[in-house]
């Protein structure tokens, strides 16, 4: 298996565009996890899904932050209208059962710069 | 909010050396977790420790947990220029999700 895969691995925009982050998770995994990674905050869970259901997305920030799972290969992070603040590095992460007995295994990121 | 604090923030050793990350947290746990990142890169899982164990090894690696201290240490013995990355524990605080500390950053020189 080729681990998480997530695209683009790098994203500049202008301020007030909309943003789309992919990620395929591990065949097999049923759980997917969204992180985000500034100096400032850390890493942080923006939301997880199990077996394409999303469970909780306490950790998204605000409106302007979606995130699908239209399938078992496939999830989509958005943001509308991206802001200066969005800046970060963002991981998908995804495991074989609950994140918190398993092993997570994560993709390479997505650098946003919004400028 | 972040549930782990590691200490020390950035760790500088030479190669041969051992190296000592803690990790602190404040709710109760069913397992705690260890990952390393490298730069620019994502995080890899090290090693899990469950609540009811007291210390797990791994290669050079070996982790404790005191949780009537609500800590954990991870020692890597003979530290190589390779090992060079930030340290992160994460813990579950009893949900199905982790929550990942500020982590370590590991110098080790050659």
């Known amino acids: 298996d080729a681990g998480v895969i997530q695209s683009p691995r790098h994203e500049v925009t202008e301020m007030g565009q909309e943003v789309t982050l992919r990620c395929k998770p591990i065949?097999?995994?049923?759980?997917l996890f969204w992180y985000r990674q500034t100096m400032m905050r850390g890493l942080e869970l923006l939301i997880y899904?199990?077996?394409?259901?999303?469970?909780?997305d306490s950790g998204m920030p605000e409106d302007r932050f979606s995130a699908k799972m239209p399938n078992a290969s496939f999830s989509t992070l958005k943001i509308q209208p991206s802001e200066p603040r969005d800046s970060a590095v963002y991981f998908c992460?995804?495991?074989?059962?609950?994140?918190?007995?398993?092993?997570?295994?994560f993709g390479p990121g997505t650098r946003l710069t919004v400028l | 909010s972040q549930q782990g604090e590691e200490d020390p923030q950035a760790l500088s050793i030479q190669e041969g050396e051992n190296a000592t990350m803690n990790c602190s947290y404040k709710t109760s746990i069913n397992n705690l977790q260890w990952y390393r990142q490298n730069s620019g890169r994502g995080l890899v899982h090290l090693i899990l420790i469950r609540s009811n164990e007291r210390e797990k090894h791994s290669g050079r690696l070996r982790v404790t947990l005191d949780t009537s201290k609500k800590s954990s240490s991870l020692l890597i013995t003979a530290s190589r220029a390779a090992d060079t990355a930030s340290y992160f524990c994460a813990t579950d605080g009893n949900t199905d999700k982790l929550i990942f500390g500020t982590g370590t950053r590991l110098q080790v020189f050659p």
């Open positions: 992460a995804s495991s074989q059962g609950t994140g918190a007995y398993n092993e997570q295994f």
């Open positions: 899904f199990n077996n394409n259901v999303p469970i909780d």
């Open positions: 065949s097999g995994h049923d759980y």
